[in-house]
């Protein structure tokens, strides 16, 4: 599974979250350990759904666009530069044993 996740960068670092699991979000002093800690985030998030029979979520061109959206409105807002990226999270599916 690939999740699509926003890093801000901030005065130390960046924060991280994942737009198709609400809640999801993680930061890290470097690009690297900001990915590594979202990745461990959306791993914990679907593995709380699945032990709570939820289904997986749907990560659609809309979602993701609407939260870049709103993430550079509150960049805007906050005077920070309209700077933000987007990357891939890839997870293993989960498979019941």
Known sequence: ?????ILEPE??????HCPALPGCVS???TREEAMANIREDIEGILALREKHNMPLPEETPELVSQEIRWC???RKADGLPLRIETDEVEV????PV
């Open 11 to 16: 005065k130390i670092g960046y924060s991280v």
């Open 92 to 95: 293993a599916p989960r498979v």
């Open 27 to 29: 930061q890290g002093d």
């Open 72 to 74: 550079l409105s509150e």
């Open 1 to 5: 599974m690939k999740f699509t996740v």
